[in-house]
């Protein structure tokens, strides 16, 4: 089965130290890596949509790269605001167009 | 304001019982979709459904039902033959079925006591 790991499951920045985070994925023949954020309590925000090897996109301190294995979710010098959980989630070749597989997530707290 | 609205926010129910979940949604999109959010897993998708009175099965789609009546309604009842229906629920939307950029409500969290 087709399966999305996110790595770590947690992470705890100061304010202004960069990171990475990791979502790595079994599927061949991809249709798409999405990245979303999710506020505690809240339902998820759409942040990214990646498709191909070497892809980028930004917005604001966020920058998510996708190679043929993995992406990465780059968090520069992350604000507390920027406290959530990113979740990554694909959609692979045999899913039909309404499924998504998620990862679990990884949970981001920055401090001040 | 356009968005999802999912009611009610809190539900505790009694074993043996059904409840619905209600989703609604003025963004005038065609596909909406129920997943379900465990702690320290993934969502997992329920059922979608891409036009009025079509919907299709997700991965765990066993003790829960839905309807699509209306465009911008898409109702989940989870029932009595759910054997562990404590969870938060999470509706989303999109424009079309190809796109996974989905919108999502606040969810609504299930406790069964």
């Known amino acids: 089965e087709d399966q999305v790991t996110q790595s770590p499951e947690a992470l705890r920045l100061q304010e202004g130290e960069s990171s990475s985070l990791n979502c790595s994925y079994t599927?061949?023949?991809?249709?798409?890596l999405f990245w979303y954020r999710q506020d505690p309590g809240k339902g998820p925000e759409f942040l990214f949509t990646l498709y191909s090897a070497g892809e980028e996109k930004e917005k604001e301190r966020l920058k998510a790269t996708l190679t043929k294995k993995e992406s990465f979710l780059h968090i520069t010098a992350p604000k507390p605001e920027d406290s959530a959980t990113y979740l990554c989630?694909?959609?692979?070749?045999?899913?039909?167009?309404?499924?998504?597989?998620f990862g679990a997530g990884t949970q981001v707290v920055v401090t001040p | 304001d356009g968005g999802i609205t999912q009611s009610p926010k809190y539900l505790f129910r009694k074993e043996g019982q059904n409840v619905t979940l209600s989703c609604e949604q003025n963004?005038?999109?065609?596909?909406m979709y129920w997943y379900r959010q465990d702690p320290g897993q993934g969502l997992r998708l329920i059922y979608y459904s891409q036009i009025v009175n079509d919907f299709q099965k997700g991965d765990i789609a066993e003790g829960y039902s839905v309807s699509r009546e209306k465009k911008e309604s898409f109702p989940l009842t989870v029932t009595s033959a759910q054997k562990n229906p404590t969870a938060f629920y999470l509706c989303?939307?999109?424009?079309?079925?190809?796109?996974?950029?989905?919108?999502f409500g606040e969810g609504s969290r299930l406790t069964v006591l």
């Open positions: 963004l005038n999109h065609d596909a």
């Open positions: 599927v061949s023949g991809l249709r798409g």
């Open positions: 989630a694909v959609r692979g070749p045999t899913d039909s167009w309404g499924k998504l597989q």
């Open positions: 989303a939307s999109s424009v079309r079925m190809r796109t996974g950029e989905l919108f």
